[in-house]
């Protein structure tokens, strides 16, 4: 590092890359400056030289990472990428930070995050919704045992709308070969990481529903249920779609002292003033309730998204701050969305921890009979306007 | 009927049925009068004949269906009985009002169905909860077409706290012998029976998951998840429990047209100014989404109950009003309530029109090994408070 600054730079200046693109130049991130960028699409890398007179303009990712004008990478090209450049990055001794998902599937996560291991330099992911205060709160309230142990959580998160023409507007996009899957590795990689962090508990099992282009001319997921059970016998329900107009997004998690439910942008806290188990083992009464208070709760500040995220790598590379979300636990959310896949393929029951082999041989299937076929496609030519999304 | 009033008898003065009592005696009930009862305790007997010295007092069902007593009889026994008594009921030419559930098992239902069939007496179940305006409100929306089709229903419906203590009361509770379930069977009734009455369509398959016993010393379920799919692609969710403190009653249901959620003794109704099919075909924009309006909308009245199922089932035994909670209709809940059982006991999907047989003989084997044994039961010796439940 230079001047105790980190140089950054882009790999792939699409709809996220142009997003971090801004945010770094926008002078808001403490000690991060962008340098370079890299993109595989000429048009895009003359729009940048013209935009960007001072930036360094590479036209792959390797030669990015060899150039020595940075410290730090922002991996946002697409999904299947990601873990082969991140590994590639590693080896050029950069720092990490990684778009969600990691990667489409296990094993590729797994060497990504051996390769991390391997080396001292910081590796992050892009889980920006860790940075939101309803969901650190309720992060905060299980960790500290407010809630008790969990018994149930059901996530209603079908306001991820996308017409057909979102879907129309790039080959790849919803195709097994493109994106290797549909709502879940697309729009939902957040809330399955905030649905096992808020916790601090992966399932034990699942049975998941998956419907492939529900109301949509396409290939991939975009309506699923899943049910899980946790190690502790817990239970849980996931829903999304692209398709339920308006959706809803409520998250609800009950524990052995009381509720939580984050909807709306807002945190509701019912507690118990004893346990529930507590409660049961002294009642006599035959209709008896435990005591439940309404609990107002401070939930403060708004959440710094993308910019809190760049933020808190570059303390971590400067400062060895240490990381809201460290990359190695993208493979999380990504096992619960592989799970999801692999238990409609297989119309059963899958386990944790998950059988990534078989997850991948029939992912692999999907890929063969894509109605895209990558090296066909052409570089999408200018990113999209993403204010509708995060 | 004798100066067009009808003449009522209750069938087993328990919990339900002494609630019956109450309100056949408040007077409130236009048309209704109560003049028997019958109950197989003895200690019961002598308590109702020194309470209400006018009653004709019985110590069985078919005393008092050959009595000459009543025009009419309310069957508020244990579950597994109601079907063989309205059937006698019926064959003595009385009107009946059954309680919920119907029966235990379908074969014993249609029995009933058919023997309802047979007469031209009135039959009527005790689906108090069709009287909720918020319900009737919701049903009126989907079948006027407000909602669009049908896309999704989720209910969490976990509100229906049970200690041990309650189970404990007594030893029929809770067992396959005793009720033939858990909360699906007993607590459940009204809410399965809605599920599929608001939306005017039953599943036509089902995968769920129930637990037996969860955070309680029981035999039957007390906590279930269970996925729907219905004929139209339509999907669902029901989600309830005894343990959970504090519970929830979320019922959503969205449409092609808009979303309706019930909660906390609300509606709220978002409708889309086109419906979302014809917005999908229509939009360009890349983060389109269908111009969506929330909707104050009346939902008039309080919820008259029981007294409400009463009046309403004497108007249709006088002047042939039409029944709001048809008898015949108490199947469909109940083919839920044992498609849950069944697909969670063969860890399998189950298909509708239910496989009833196989039910019954999967039941049979509960029964077999169920820690209650009729013969051995003493009768309860009071009534209990139900004022905590409906």
Known sequence: MVNNVVRYGIVGVGNMGTGHLHTLLSGKITGAQLHAVCDVSEARRETLKKEHPDLHVYDSASSLFQSGTVDAVIIATPHYDHPDEAIEAFQAGLHVLVEKPAGVYISQVERMNRAAEATDRKFGIVYNQRMNPLYKKLKELVESGELGEIRRTN????????????YDSGTWRATWAGEGGGVLINQCPHQLDLWQWTIGMMPSRMRAFCQFGKHRDIEVENDVTAYVEYPNGATGVFITSTSDAPGTNRLEVCGDRGKVVIEDGNLTFWRLRETET?????????????????????VDGTNPEHAGILQNFTDAVLHDAPLVAPGEEGIRGLTISNAMHLSTWLDDWVEFPLNAALHEAELRKRIAGSKFKPEKADAQAQPADLSGTY
């Open 155 to 166: 996530w209603i998160i079908t306001n991820w709308y996308r017409s057909q023409a979102y």
């Open 278 to 298: 507590e409660f049961n083992a002294r009642n006599k009464q035959l209709f008896g309730q435990p005591e439940c208070w309404t609990i107002s709760i401070p």
